[in-house]
Nanobody
Framework: VQLQASGGGLVQPGGSLTLHCETS????????MGWYRQAPGKQRVLVAE???????NYADSVKGRFTISGDNVEKTVNLEMRSLKSEDTAVYYC???????????WGKGTLVTVSS
C-alpha cells in the first residue's frame, strides 16, 4: 500500500488549505485513514481520523477549524483546514490503518507553512 499526500504550501494566518491523500496498491486492506502532523522539534501527533464507518475524531487544537472526509471505496482522504494559525505549521502525514492488527501505512509528508 502506498499513500501519496498533496496540497501543502504556504498560507497566511486565517487562510485555508485542503490536503488530499490518495492510495494505491492493495488498498482493500485499509481500514481507517487520517492525518498526523509533526512540527519542528516536536513529536508527530494525530490531527484527525476517519473510520471506515465514517466516524471522525479530531485533536482538540483543530476542532471547529479542520474537517476530515474520506472515500471508503477509493480509499482517499481529505483534510480541509480553515482559520489556519502559525501553530498549525508542520509537516502533515497521511496515515492508514490496516485490517491486519499492528499494521499501518504512512505517506511522505507534505509541508504546511502558516506565515505572513
Amino acid at each position: 500500500v502506498q499513500l501519496q499526500a498533496s496540497g501543502g504550501g504556504l498560507v497566511q494566518p486565517g487562510g485555508s488549505l485542503t490536503l488530499h491523500c490518495e492510495t494505491s496498491g492493495s488498498i482493500f486492506v485499509i481500514k481507517g485513514m487520517g492525518w498526523y502532523r509533526q512540527a519542528p522539534g516536536k513529536q508527530r501527533v494525530l490531527v484527525a481520523e476517519v473510520t471506515s464507518g465514517g466516524s471522525t475524531n479530531y485533536a482538540d487544537s483543530v476542532k471547529g477549524r479542520f474537517t476530515i472526509s474520506g472515500d471508503n471505496v477509493e480509499k482517499t482522504v481529505n483534510l480541509e483546514m480553515r482559520s489556519l494559525k502559525s501553530e498549525d505549521t508542520a509537516v502533515y502525514y497521511c496515515h492508514a490503518d490496516s485490517i491486519f492488527p499492528g499494521m499501518e501505512y504512512w505517506g511522505k509528508g507534505t509541508l504546511v507553512t502558516v506565515s505572513s
